[in-house]
């Protein structure tokens, strides 16, 4: 099958590279499920995958593609339109591509002489991403693996310009002062997790977050954050940061940023915008205005391989002054000399958590490219809608309960069953299990405020409203067998 150990110069292994490729793709095509999911467990899959891996001698191409072909066979399908569960987006054909030469290129994106080309194209789309958020041209930015690592960024940078301008101390070199232990976050009750992972791995501990409450839009309550910070006064503890979310996981309500960033800035304490769902949100017309006050944070997450629609990961972290950067920088002898700095040569990993990264800018350019900024608009503001035409079926639907009204691309609702004997929250959660384990559905599931709820995440711009009709009444049909079945065990 891959006749060439490598892609060189010579026209045989370019001739095997493209065969190989062109295999790849037939293979795909041909072996990709029609429906959202094969329905296998968990135990057949292992049964079905398992066998030698790393044999003697080379496998036979019969062996390899009958291999290959249960692995696809049994993923799930993102693109089709009954997979509506997670953050987790068909990616762009031109995102596709732009795989293709990541791959081949191989560039290691940690030193400029490993990756000339790419360090130049990333800074130069990092500098006009924090020109679209907001900032100035004392910003800076690096790409990512994803949310985790950019929200992960943005406190541990918080976490340094705190000690240094309260404290005068550097904790990369000097650990953790006995001050830190008076060091509190606070963001919303629905936030990401990843705030209190990072407050552990930040050596805080997750008790250091402080989670408000939310209104019934799920957005943060700006005077139970005020409410907050004064006790924080009070007891003299030092606010560390305010982490505001533009689009949360499961509603993709967006905090009110403006005031946010007013009260963080009153407190002394960094503004952390966790936008990794909804900074797509600044290449709409019609609903940029969401995201206004983003242009006050200190820092920002994105996340491409969500309403970007990149092949995963691909995601940026971005700060209102670079400077705050030199926190994490070292320097290797052999990779990033100081001389490089003298002689104005990039080297990104100065910037970077990780040392070896992928060109994923490449994949966002060339997308971006193909679209154009109009098309990519068109693209979210669809996801939306469609968001909003699922709702309003579902608020028209007795047997369903609708949780919140969508700002972004995702649903949260319930199906009520008709016989007060079965437990909901039981209910829901089997539901759900159901359609995935026949594979004709894949979508979410949530606990809110205590009761177990079904989701839909609507990342699939070309799915159209009579699809997601379609559905929501295979959820009802499924659901109205489901009540059949247990009203029998009872």
Known sequence: MFEAEFLTNSEESREAYRAAMLRAIDLLCQSLPRQPYSGASPATLAALLGGEMFPDSASGLEEIYKRLRQIVSHSVVVSHPHTAAHLHCPPLVAALAAEVLISALNQSMDSFDQAPAATVLEQQMLDWLTREVGFGPEAGGIFTSGGTQSNYMGLLLAREACLQSRWNWHSHTRGLPAEARRLRILCSDVAHFTVEKSAAQLGLGTESVIRVATDSEFRISTEGLRSALEELRRRDLVPLAVVATAGTTDFGSIDPLVELGALARAAGAWFHVDAAYGSALLFSARHKKLLNGIELADSVSMDFHKLFWQVISCAAFVLREARHFRSIELHADYLNPELHEQLGIPNLVTRSLATTRRFDALKLWLSFQSLGRKRFGEMIDATIDLASHAAEFIRNNPKFELIHTPTLSCV???????????????????????????????????????????????????????????????????????????????
Not at 412 to 438: G, M, P
């Open 412 to 490: 949260v609702f319930r199906y009520q069953s008709a016989n007060s004997e079965i437990d909901s929250d039981s209910f829901n959660a089997a539901l759900r299990q159901r359609l995935f384990e026949k594979g004709v559905a894949v979508i979410g599931h949530t606990i809110v405020r205590g009761r177990q709820c079904l989701k839909l995440t609507c990342m699939n711009p070309w799915v159209s409203s009579k699809q997601i009709e379609e559905l929501l009444r295979l959820v009802l049909h499924e659901g109205h067998l489901l009540e059949k079945e247990q009203a029998i065990a009872y």
